[in-house]
């Protein structure tokens, strides 16, 4: 079975500073996706980026980016120019292209952003 | 479009009596989940179903039924509510077992069981 850690409980940022949050999982497939969701205090799970395994370069949504370093089984999210609504959990997820898509999470780090 | 959509949002059981969490989606989505996700944790997979007529278990089953009722609905049942159920719960759905759709997560149901 697959196993996402996020080692990070709590990150903390100066609003416009960037933050980085870690990701590693565990898995023996070799094609498969990668998510980051937010959620916020209203509990809504929120799509920030994914990743497809098979694909080499870095998935980009405005200011949210990753590194996606496969044999390290790493995928780590960068937020820019943090601003005071990106505070919120964040969640890593993994899905299996072949378990249908079920979403296995990572344990969550809460992202604090000061003004 | 609603989106997916959760009933009740809130809700204070006793132990041992019982409920369903109703969830519906009107986006034509094959595939449907439910979730639970306890304090400082990630979403745990209840059971889902990925398509009309077929449900499975996921991580965390024991203690719970599903019923995928039509496309549009799955319920998820507690018999016997125990403390440990307490939590929130995420149905969410997707629209086809291949490719990498996003999942669509309802707004969570807040259960408490005392």
């Known amino acids: 079975a697959q196993t996402v850690t996020q080692s990070q409980p709590e990150m903390s940022v100066q609003e416009a500073e960037t933050v980085t949050l870690s990701c590693t999982y565990d898995t023996s497939e070799s094609d498969y996706y990668l998510f980051w969701y937010k959620q916020p205090p209203s509990r809504q799970m929120i799509l920030v980026i994914r990743q497809e395994a098979y694909k080499q370069q870095n998935a980009t949504e405005n200011r949210f980016s990753v590194n996606f370093q496969k044999a390290a089984k790493s995928f780590s999210l960068k937020i820019s120019d943090s601003q005071l609504g990106d505070a919120a959990m964040y969640f890593c997820a993994y899905r299996s292209k072949a378990a249908g898509n079920k979403l296995t999470f990572g344990g969550g780090t809460r992202v604090l952003v000061k003004p | 479009n609603a989106g997916v959509t959760q009933t009740p949002k809130f809700q204070v059981l006793k132990t041992g009596q019982s409920m369903t969490l109703q969830c519906a989606q009107d986006m034509n989505h094959n595939s449907m989940y439910w979730y639970r996700q306890d304090p400082g944790m990630g979403l745990r997979l209840i059971y889902y179903?990925?398509?009309?007529?077929?449900?499975d278990k996921g991580e965390v089953p024991n203690g719970y039924n599903v019923s995928r009722l039509n496309k549009r609905e799955f319920s998820l049942r507690l018999e016997s509510a125990a403390p440990s159920q307490t939590s929130v719960y995420f149905c969410a759905s997707i629209a086809r077992l291949a490719g990498g759709n996003e999942q669509y997560f309802g707004p969570g149901t807040r259960l408490t069981v005392t």
């Open positions: 179903s990925a398509s009309e007529g077929t449900t």
